[in-house]
């Protein structure tokens, strides 16, 4: 208390910036979607926008600042998941020729092809197939 009758104001910035790193840290070694500080931070913001036409001006200043700092949380989740996911100079596929090889996979249209050679597809007795004749039958 500041004297006779006064108080003491609660620290709200600085407990929310506390809140917010220790779910950060959370959510990183949860692997949480990052986006969640994002939409957290759009949902306040039109909770500020509300609060502002109701003439609570102060309220909505703080509420400004957590959405900034949800912001700020939410690019800093997302920039570590995309450094995260980036493949390293070590993982790439033995027979490349470089950054802009192109790497024989599933998706490669010659080797799709490959094992459908010794299919044949005269014969369609091989396999019985059964007759619907009315939907739900």
């Known amino acids: 208390m500041d004297g006779v ?5 609660f620290p709200f910035v600085p407990v929310f910036l506390g809140v917010l790193l220790a779910y950060m840290v959370y959510s990183e070694w949860v692997r949480l979607d990052s986006r969640y ?31 900034f700092f949800l912001l700020a949380g939410g690019v ?5 998941d995309h450094v995260r996911d980036r ?3 070590g993982d790439e596929p033995t027979g ?3 950054p802009g090889a192109r790497h024989a996979d599933a998706t490669d249209p010659a080797q799709e092809w490959e ?3 010794d ?17 739900g039958q």
């Open 96 to 98: 490349s020729s470089g």
């Open 37 to 67: 500080l994002v939409a957290g931070a759009l949902v306040l913001l039109v909770a500020t926008a509300i609060v502002d036409a109701a003439g609570a001006t102060g309220a909505a200043n703080t509420l400004a600042e957590f959405v």
């Open 87 to 89: 493949p390293r100079r």
């Open 119 to 135: 299919e044949t597809l005269d014969s369609p007795e091989q396999e019985s197939v059964t007759l619907v004749h009315a939907p």
């Open 76 to 80: 800093v989740l997302l920039l570590v």
């Open 5 to 9: 009758g006064g108080s003491v104001a």
């Open 115 to 117: 094992g459908m050679a």
